[in-house]
């Protein structure tokens, strides 16, 4: 099923079916399984079922396909594209011809699985693991079994052995492809699920690290403390599910507005009515990224727009409230990689990324 949709600021969006994200546009972060991620532009990003995503921006337009799961399983291969490793599931369109196709706003073919099988091409052809194809096979066995032990708190002993067991070397198979060990990678997927259980259900502390496979919820919440700085409860709190607090809404409308001319802190300190301190604090907690990166986030991203509108550079920087062009264009190379001039270019050459 493809769907096209305006996505509400913050509103956690569970995947229940296995899910291909394309962005065609917007602005800010993009958040999946509580982790940001600024780089979405040019993907096709792909959800399995259990994950959610958040957009926290309100000017998002999203289109989603939904692929049933037989289709999706009766190929082992296409684990590459859902599974969640070490970042988000996804495959370059921008260097896939056959995926641009599929992914155009003008021409979508009705069979899904022709995106399927384009995209495992490109997938392959990307190979960001520098692995085989027989070394993914084992990678992602060995991470299905991960999915399905972490509650049992299995030592990095006890998965050697499991996996030495079936024929693989695991550890070293791991360490060299990903760059992670089995225990961070038990870890991560017992912290994300720990998260989820704390954050998405009404359950009592003590249940959850029950259900997680803690004996003593005591140990949980010291463990739960020491991996993510806050104990179960305040992070449920700062999490803030069912959007009683409007915090990250009324934020990002003050940025958007106010971006272009206001930098200071203290500025939108004054706007929200609390302390910078208080702000800071609280900006990383409902939004996981700190106030300053959320306003060069706003300011690059009205730069592309202002650039692919053909404003001459001089214009952009006083628009932007930079003292001189040569401010504007060191501040666009640091954040962007190039500079203003090279970004038009690229426009020119039909290569500049969507915004």
């Not at 992602?140 to 006890?158: A, G, M, R, W």
């Not at 604090?281 to 706003?298: A, F, P, V, Y």
Request: aromatic residues 14%.
């Amino acid at each position: 099923m493809v769907h096209k949709f305006s996505p509400e600021i913050n509103k956690v969006y569970f995947i229940n079916q296995y899910t291909l994200f394309h962005i065609l546009s917007g602005s800010g972060c993009i958040q999946v399984d509580f982790k940001n991620y600024e780089d979405w532009r040019d993907k096709a990003i792909y959800l399995e079922k259990g994950q959610y995503i958040k957009f926290l921006s309100d000017d998002f337009l999203v289109r989603t396909i939904e692929f049933p799961s037989k289709q999706v399983f009766d190929n082992k291969d296409v684990r590459v594209l859902f599974k969640h490793l070490i970042s988000l599931g996804y495959i370059n369109f921008k260097e896939c011809a056959e995926c641009q196709k599929y992914l155009s706003e003008t021409i979508f073919e009705d069979s899904t699985k022709e995106i399927i099988d384009v995209s495992l091409k490109q997938w392959f052809w990307q190979n960001p693991f520098n692995a085989s194809k027989n070394e993914y096979q084992v990678i992602f066995d060995i991470k299905e079994v991960i999915d399905q032990e972490y509650p049992n708190h299995l030592t990095s002993k006890d998965l050697e052995a499991l996996f030495r067991a079936n024929g693989y070397r695991a550890h070293s198979l791991v360490k060299d492809k990903l760059g992670i060990t089995l225990k961070t990678m038990l870890e991560e997927k017992r912290l994300v699920e720990c998260k989820k259980e704390v954050a998405f259900t009404d359950k009592n502390i003590q249940e959850v690290s029950y259900d997680m496979g803690f004996k003593d919820p005591a140990y949980f919440n010291r463990v739960f403390k020491k991996r993510t700085g806050h104990s179960p409860t305040q992070f449920r709190e700062n999490f803030d599910y069912k959007r009683k607090d409007p915090f990250v809404e009324d934020l990002i409308h003050l940025l958007r507005e106010h971006h272009t001319q206001n930098r200071s802190l203290a500025f939108y300190a004054d706007k929200m009515n609390l302390s910078i301190k208080t702000l800071e604090k609280k900006t990383r907690n409902k939004m996981n990224q700190s106030l300053g990166r959320l306003i060069r986030s706003e300011l690059v991203h009205t730069s592309k727009k202002l650039l692919y509108n053909d404003l001459p550079i001089k214009e952009i920087s006083i628009q932007l409230g930079f003292e001189e062009p040569n401010h504007f264009s060191m501040f666009f190379k640091h954040y962007t990689g190039i500079n203003p001039s090279e970004f038009k270019h690229q426009k020119v050459q039909g290569n500049t990324p969507f915004l």
